[in-house]
């Protein structure tokens, strides 16, 4: 039993020549639903303990197991990994894993192209979690999902309170805390016609910028006047 993420940010469950999605989780344990639920119509179905590091029961899949399958997802996880700390150029990141991989796992990771768009995302850091609902979401975000701020070169999100259904968000500049603590007022804007997909709500929190002042000599005030 294996976790791996995939190249969109979410997370697969690998056990037997079956991948796995989270379909939801419970005080003592998670639910884990065939990733072929809608392409292959099947039922089949884990149920793991909440560490994820023990199987309490198996439903039955309506197609067999793809050993195969599971080593290309290995394969491009690792691949992936690669993009993100090494860089390199695509071809040559290809080259260097797939010249160890038997032909029938290269041929299930697919085009060579495909593969090279998905590493030159990978190494911009700008995959986006493939996600149905917030439940299944990585957490905390990672960082590579977020723009980071040019001016410090810190993440974008300043908070994620957790996994749960109400789980909330939230961006911020630099500044923006102390901005919020100063203010006298918070004007707040909230639609649901622009959030984003996967978003219930989306708040814009604004707030003035602290009036500048500045010191001028008795010669700067005569010229001036």
């Known amino acids: 039993m294996e976790l791996i993420?995939?190249?969109?940010?979410?997370?697969?469950?690998?056990?037997e020549g079956y991948a796995y999605t989270k379909q939801r989780a419970h005080e003592s344990s998670v639910r884990w639903e065939c990733s072929k639920k809608k392409t292959a119509m099947c039922k089949g179905?884990?149920?793991?303990?909440?560490?994820?590091?023990?199987v309490h029961a198996v439903t039955g899949h309506t197609h067999?197991?793809?050993?195969?399958a599971m080593s290309a997802l290995k394969v491009r996880k690792e691949i992936m990994d690669t993009a993100e700390a090494r860089g390199g150029r695509p071809g040559q990141i290809l080259a260097d894993k797939l010249a160890t991989c038997p032909l029938e796992v290269r041929a299930a990771l697919g085009k060579r192209e495909s593969l090279k768009r998905q590493i030159r995302r990978a190494k911009r850091g700008a995959a986006p979690p493939n996600l149905k609902a917030m439940e299944g979401a990585p957490c905390p975000f990672p960082g590579r999902c977020g723009r980071k701020l040019p001016e410090s070169g810190r993440p974008f999100i300043t908070c994620d309170?957790?996994?749960?259904?109400?789980?909330?968000?939230?961006?911020?500049?630099?500044d923006g805390p102390e901005l919020l603590r100063a203010a006298r007022g918070w004007p707040v804007g909230g639609t649901h016609s622009t959030a984003p997909?996967?978003?219930?709500?989306?708040?814009?929190?604004?707030?003035?910028?602290p009036q500048a002042a500045v010191a001028l000599d008795r010669r700067q005030l005569h010229a001036e006047g």
């Not at 993420?5 to 056990?15: D, F, P, Q, V, Y």
């Open 5 to 15: 993420a995939t190249s969109r940010g979410g997370r697969k469950l690998l056990h």
């Open 45 to 54: 179905s884990l149920i793991t303990d909440v560490n994820v590091s023990r």
């Open 64 to 68: 067999a197991a793809d050993n195969v």
């Open 161 to 174: 309170d957790g996994p749960e259904d109400s789980r909330l968000l939230g961006f911020a500049s630099d």
């Open 197 to 209: 997909r996967h978003f219930a709500q989306l708040f814009c929190v604004r707030v003035p910028p």
